[in-house]
Structures are given as C-alpha cells and as structure tokens.
C-alpha cells in the first residue's frame, strides 16, 4: 500500500498552493475536485517534472455520499493517505435572509460535512498507523460571525472548533493537526460568491504566503496558523474590544455590499 497526500479543491487556489508544494517535496498525490480537464493537466504536468503518481478524483463534495466515494476511490487503488488537506471550500456574500435554499445546503455539504466524513474516514486509518497529518483550511472569518459572509463564517468556524477538538483527541496518536485560518486571498472564491473583491478593505495576501506559512507552522507544531502578520495583529487585537465590535469590523473589512 502507497502512501499519498489527498487534497480537496485541488484544481485551483489556495489547493493548487498545496498541491505545488506537496509535489516539490516528492509526496505522492490524490487530487480531488469538479474540473476534471484542470485537474488533469496538473496531474499530467506534475508527474512529467517531479516523477510522482499523481490520481484524479472527480468529485463534487456537495452531494450526499461524495466523501464515502472518494475514500472508496482510495481504497481501490490500495492508496494509503497520510496527509489529507481539507481545502475545497464556498462562500456566500450577502445578506443571510436572501441567500437561496441551495445555496446553504451546498455550503454545509462542501465546507462541513464532506470535510467531517473526509476526516472521520482517513484519519481512523491514521491512527491504525500511528502516522498522518491533518491540514484544515479554515478562515480568519471563522473566529467571529462576518456580517455579509455570515454562514461562510460559521462553517469556518466549525472547522476551527472541529480541529481544535481533533488535535488533543490525536494527541500521542501519531497524528498532527494543523488549521490554518487566512485573512484576504486572492484567488476566485470572491467572484464566484458575489463578493466584490475590490470593495474588501485589507490588502490581499497570496497563496503561496498560506502555504509556506502552513509548513512553517507543520514544522513547529502549532496548531492554529495565521499566515500574514496582520492576520495575527488582528486576531490580538480581539483581546481588546467587545465581542460584538469584532463582528463589526469583520463586517467592516470584508465590505460586503448590502442586498
Ligand atoms: N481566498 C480567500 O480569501 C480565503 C480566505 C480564507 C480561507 N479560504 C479558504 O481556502 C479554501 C480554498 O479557497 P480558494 O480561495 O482557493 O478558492 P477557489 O480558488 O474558489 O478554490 C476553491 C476550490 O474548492 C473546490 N470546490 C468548490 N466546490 C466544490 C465542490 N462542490 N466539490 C468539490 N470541490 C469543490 C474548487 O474546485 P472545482 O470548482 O474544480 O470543484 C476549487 O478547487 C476554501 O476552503 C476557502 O474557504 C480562502
């Protein structure tokens, strides 16, 4: 049995990042995601240059039993995952009452049940080996409500408390839990979620500062990363106001516009 590093929402974004990275370090790969040409031509152009095996997985996380077929895929192909990056994610801008039924059903499939079935799956066999690495993309969001991106915050959120939970559950089991919470990305979960980038009013960090920042926080150990310095100033900077002025300058910075 292989092992590999299994990346949801590997086709693009802060995925891709991860994808990138984990193939310079030599790791075998499982990609999953919907665009099966994009993940394609990864795969194929990542195992011409780094040589390793690379599969594809077409999945959309959102429908019931996505999380159990990916996990099948795996053990089919005799792949062991011991590195499993929870990445694949959507976002919702506006106000909640407008937000279509679907809509919050396609955010509580992607960013919370898949990712809790894709964890319960792969790291049970983790903890048989004694060996693996969980890697939870969160949010900054996901530290307070965000007016305009409320749902998107709480199932950033979820993810937050789940990992935090997992990580002393894990503890002396081998396996290592990591999530990472950025501010501001650039990348298109903002124009696919009707959320005018240009109105945001912090600066826009990169994913390769979210991936190196993620490795230099697998490096020592910590359990919550904040890539950018002034994602750690604002999250000190928590300390000193009310929990509901928080909220409002979430609600300030992310900018979203009022519908
Ligand atoms: N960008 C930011 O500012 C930011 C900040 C904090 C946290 N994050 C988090 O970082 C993660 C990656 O976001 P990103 O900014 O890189 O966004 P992105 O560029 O829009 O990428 C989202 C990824 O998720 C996949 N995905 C979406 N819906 C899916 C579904 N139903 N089934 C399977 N895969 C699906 C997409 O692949 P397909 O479309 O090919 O399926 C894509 O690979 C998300 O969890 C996001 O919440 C982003």
């Excluded at 995925?15 to 790969?29: D, I, P």
């Excluded at 665009?35 to 011409?48: G, N, T, Y």
């Excluded at 693996?132 to 915050?153: E, K």
């Amino acid at each position: 049995m292989s092992s590999f590093t299994l990346i949801t929402g590997a086709s693009m974004g802060i995925g891709e990042a991860f994808v990138r990275e984990f193939a310079v370090q030599g790791h075998n790969l499982v990609l999953v995601a919907r665009s099966v040409d994009k993940l394609q031509l990864l795969a194929e152009e990542l195992r011409r240059k780094r040589g390793i095996q690379v599969e594809v997985c077409v999945m959309d996380l959102s429908e019931n039993g996505a999380a159990e077929s990916v996990y099948a895929f795996c053990c089919k192909r005799n792949i062991h995952v011991d590195v499993l990056v929870n990445c694949a994610g959507v976002s919702c801008a506006g106000s909640f009452v407008h937000i279509d039924l679907e809509k919050i059903e396609e955010l509580v499939m992607v960013n919370m049940v898949a990712i809790a079935k894709l964890t319960r799956l792969f790291v049970a066999d983790m903890v048989v080996k004694k060996k693996g690495t969980l890697l939870n993309i969160a949010s900054l969001g996901g530290l307070q409500g965000v007016p305009g991106l409320g749902l998107y915050s709480a199932t950033k959120a979820f993810l937050i408390t789940l990992s935090e939970a997992l990580a002393v559950e894990l503890q002396g089991k081998g396996v290592d839990v990591v999530v990472v919470c950025p501010g501001f990305i650039a990348t298109t979960i903002f124009a696919n979620s009707g959320h005018n980038v240009n109105a945001i009013r912090l600066p826009l960090s990169t994913t390769d500062v979210v991936v190196k920042s993620t490795m230099k926080g697998l490096q020592k150990n910590k359990l919550r990363v904040f890539p950018t310095l002034l994602d750690r100033c604002l999250v000190f900077s928590q300390r000193f106001v009310s929990r509901k002025t928080a909220v409002r300058l979430a609600g300030f910075f992310a900018a979203v516009e009022k519908n």
